[in-house]
C-alpha cells in the first residue's frame, strides 16, 4: 500500500507542476534568435574594446550582468536631450530601442551566441527627462516589446522605469540588464 500511495504522490506533483517556457526551444525546435533580429530589423554593432576601468559586461556563473548603454545611433553618434523639452514621448522610444540594440551587441560579444540566453531576468532605465515628464514606462515599453519579440515569454522581466535630471553626456536613456544564461 505504501508503494501505491508514493507513486500516487509523486504523480500527483509531476501533473501539478507547470512547465516554463523556454527560449532554447518550442514546439517547432530552437528559436533562431539572429533570423529573430533579421525579421526586426535589427543589426548588431561590433563591440569596441572598453578603455576604462568598467567593463561593458560581467558574467558569474550563467549570470550576465551589463553596465549601463546609451542610445547608440547606426551612423555613429547617440541621441541626446531631454524627453518632454528637446525630445517628444516617441523619440525617447526610439532611444530606448537604439540603447536594446547596444545592449544586445555587448552581450552578444560576451557569450558568442544568443541563443544562450535563458531568460532576461531584471532591466534597469533610466530617462533623461524633464520633472513634468510622467511616462517614463512608456519610454522603457519600447524595450521591453522588442526583448519581448526576440525570447518570447523568457523576454519577459522585471523592470524599473526611473525618470532622472541628467545622464552621462545628455544621452536620452540609459539601461542596464541582467540575463540568465543555459
Request: net charge positive; aromatic share 4%; hydrophobic share 40%.
Amino acid at each position: 500500500m505504501k508503494k501505491y500511495t508514493f507513486l500516487l504522490a509523486a504523480l500527483f506533483a509531476m501533473a501539478s507542476c507547470k512547465s516554463l517556457p523556454s527560449a532554447q526551444s518550442t514546439a517547432t525546435g530552437p528559436i533562431d534568435v539572429e533570423a529573430k533580429l533579421r525579421e526586426l530589423g535589427i543589426q548588431l554593432s561590433p563591440v569596441p574594446p572598453s578603455t576604462a576601468s568598467i567593463v561593458k559586461t560581467v558574467r558569474v556563473g550563467n549570470m550576465v550582468y551589463t553596465s549601463g548603454h546609451g542610445p547608440d545611433k547606426p551612423g555613429g553618434g547617440q541621441i541626446f536631450g531631454k524627453v518632454g523639452d528637446d525630445l517628444t514621448l516617441e523619440q525617447g522610444q526610439e532611444a530606448a530601442r537604439l540603447t536594446g540594440i547596444a545592449l544586445l551587441s555587448s552581450l552578444k560579444a560576451e557569450i558568442g551566441d544568443l541563443r544562450k540566453v535563458k531568460r532576461v531576468v531584471k532591466v534597469l532605465g533610466l530617462v533623461n527627462c524633464t520633472p513634468a515628464f510622467t511616462q517614463q514606462p512608456q519610454v522603457m515599453n519600447a524595450f521591453s516589446d522588442m526583448i519581448v519579440k526576440i525570447w518570447g515569454e523568457n523576454g519577459r522581466h522585471a523592470r524599473s522605469a526611473v525618470g532622472t535630471n541628467a545622464l552621462p553626456n545628455n544621452i536620452a536613456v540609459e539601461i542596464e540588464m541582467i540575463v540568465e544564461l543555459y
